[in-house]
């Protein structure tokens, strides 16, 4: 019998998370700070058009998703980013992590390799290894801003190099990259047209800066036939489990994505992409509030931490955690002591950053500024 060519490590957070909920099972309190889950409700207009759409017979839709959502999205991209993609660019799937997968599987082979700057977010290794591909870490230091260097990417670089991974704001890191940043990159990507660059952008909106956005896609229009641009409603809309994400890409590359699509799911939920439609489509503002609320939590969460002598943490640019840099440096030591202590985290191994803890600060402050305390406040009861 043959099968899967790797055994799936499971995700580490989602591990930490069920260890805290069998804690709050016996009856003990345990701050969660483990899942990048936001606690805000889906927008109102989200809700009442899945509402009425659910009293409809809604049937089969596209394997590649409804016109409507291809369009709300395209026409969302152009508004919020100034990128322009026609209906045949656009690959809908079960949230971006289908997408993502389902443009590794469609392009990749054994002994491909996939570039994957560290910290990163803990499912990207995994993903390319079920695809019988070689994940190639290379680590970003906090002394870099969590951020990939051209000279790093150079040296990565292989004949069998088939994607790069560009995350940003990233996960765990929340690190942004600037233009001139990207420029550099993209020079390294020029010398490589065998790689392809998947833009995973899904907290795009979560930034604590006042510029536009800025992609590879924006920098290096150049690239646009090697870019997967990777973007949905999880996050900014607090739609996590109606699990609708997209992708931007050429147009055959999308026509390999649906057809793994076809056969795997057959179809993203239909009242899903619905609610998806108006989210984009409806009140933006929602976007801006939240993200002001993210910011005064990550500020509030930063003064407490940085009272520790044990922790190091930067500021991150976007998303909503934190990565904080661990005195110790045992990160999966200091984790478990936390979850005794009553506060669950993730241990920074988990993402390519050992020495690290990753906190996600999307729950409410008073509860959040509790977590922090338990954490300064066990840690600096540990002999450096």
Same mark, same amino acid.
């Given at each position: 019998?043959?099968?899967?060519?790797?055994?799936?490590?499971?995700?580490?957070?989602?591990?930490?998370?069920?260890?805290?909920?069998?804690?709050?099972?016996?009856?003990?309190?345990?701050?969660?700070?483990?899942?990048?889950? +936001? #606690?805000?409700?889906?927008?109102?207009?989200?809700?009442?058009?899945?509402?009425?759409?659910?009293?409809?017979?809604?049937?089969?839709?596209?394997?590649?998703?409804?016109?409507?959502?291809?369009?709300?999205?395209?026409?969302?991209?152009?508004?919020?980013?100034?990128?322009?993609?026609? #209906?045949?660019?656009?690959?809908?799937?079960?949230?971006?992590?289908?997408?993502?997968?389902?443009?590794?599987?469609?392009?990749?082979?054994?002994?491909?390799?996939?570039?994957?700057?560290?910290?990163?977010?803990?499912?990207?290794?995994?993903?390319?290894? /079920?695809?019988?591909?070689?994940?190639?870490?290379?680590?970003?230091?906090?002394?870099?801003?969590?951020?990939?260097?051209?000279?790093?990417?150079?040296?990565?670089?292989?004949?069998?190099?088939?994607?790069?991974?560009?995350?940003?704001?990233?996960?765990?890191?929340?690190?942004?990259?600037?233009?001139?940043?990207?420029?550099?990159?993209?020079?390294?990507?020029?010398?490589?047209?065998?790689?392809?660059?998947?833009? #995973?952008?899904?907290?795009?909106?979560?930034?604590?800066?006042?510029?536009?956005?800025?992609?590879?896609?924006?920098?290096?229009?150049?690239?646009?036939?090697?870019?997967?641009?990777?973007?949905?409603?999880?996050?900014?809309?607090?739609?996590?489990?109606?699990?609708?994400?997209?992708?931007?890409? +050429?147009?055959?590359?999308?026509?390999?994505?649906?057809?793994?699509?076809?056969?795997?799911?057959?179809?993203?939920?239909?009242?899903?992409?619905?609610?998806?439609?108006?989210?984009?489509?409806? #009140?933006?503002?929602?976007?801006?509030?939240?993200?002001?609320?993210?910011?005064?939590?990550?500020?509030?969460?930063?003064?407490?931490?940085?009272?520790?002598?044990?922790?190091?943490?930067?500021?991150?640019?976007?998303?909503?955690?934190? /990565?904080?840099?661990?005195?110790?440096?045992?990160?999966?030591?200091?984790?478990?002591?936390?979850?005794?202590?009553?506060?669950?985290?993730?241990?920074?191994?988990?993402?390519?950053?050992?020495?690290?803890?990753?906190?996600?600060?999307?729950?409410?402050?008073?509860?959040?500024?509790?977590?922090?305390?338990?954490?300064?406040?066990?840690?600096?009861?540990?002999?450096?």
């Amino acid at each position: 019998m043959t099968g899967c060519p790797v055994t799936p490590s499971g995700s580490p957070i989602l591990e930490m998370a069920r260890r805290a909920a069998e804690y709050r099972a016996e009856g003990r309190r345990i701050i969660d700070l483990t899942l990048g889950e +936001p #606690d805000f409700a889906p927008p109102a207009h989200a809700v009442l058009a899945a509402q009425e759409a659910a009293a409809r017979p809604l049937g089969y839709a596209p394997a590649n998703g409804i016109p409507e959502l291809r369009r709300a999205a395209r026409h969302a991209l152009e508004r919020d980013r100034s990128l322009s993609y026609t #209906d045949a660019e656009v690959a809908v799937g079960c949230g971006a992590k289908q997408v993502i997968f389902n443009a590794l599987f469609a392009t990749l082979g054994p002994g491909d390799e996939v570039i994957i700057p560290a910290p990163y977010w803990a499912s990207y290794p995994d993903l390319v290894r /079920l695809c019988g591909a070689v994940p190639v870490i290379v680590p970003c230091s906090a002394d870099s801003g969590f951020r990939l260097a051209p000279d790093a990417l150079e040296a990565a670089m292989t004949a069998r190099t088939r994607w790069v991974v560009l995350n940003a704001p990233g996960n765990p890191s929340g690190a942004t990259y600037s233009h001139d940043a990207l420029a550099g990159l993209a020079e390294v990507l020029r010398r490589h047209p065998s790689a392809m660059i998947l833009s #995973d952008e899904i907290y795009a909106h979560i930034r604590y800066d006042e510029g536009e956005y800025i992609g590879i896609a924006q920098v290096a229009p150049d690239l646009r036939e090697r870019i997967l641009l990777v973007d949905g409603v999880s996050k900014a809309y607090a739609m996590t489990g109606w699990r609708v994400g997209w992708g931007f890409g +050429p147009a055959d590359l999308v026509r390999r994505i649906t057809a793994v699509q076809t056969q795997n799911c057959t179809q993203t939920a239909t009242v899903s992409q619905i609610a998806a439609v108006a989210a984009l489509e409806g #009140d933006q503002g929602v976007l801006a509030e939240r993200c002001e609320t993210y910011r005064r939590r990550r500020d509030a969460a930063l003064a407490i931490l940085r009272q520790s002598r044990h922790l190091d943490t930067l500021e991150p640019d976007g998303a909503f955690y934190l /990565l904080p840099r661990l005195a110790t440096g045992d990160d999966l030591a200091a984790a478990d002591t936390l979850l005794e202590a009553g506060c669950a985290t993730v241990p920074g191994s988990a993402f390519g950053a050992p020495g690290h803890l990753r906190l996600s600060f999307a729950t409410d402050i008073a509860t959040l500024e509790e977590g922090c305390r338990i954490i300064v406040a066990t840690l600096d009861g540990i002999p450096a």
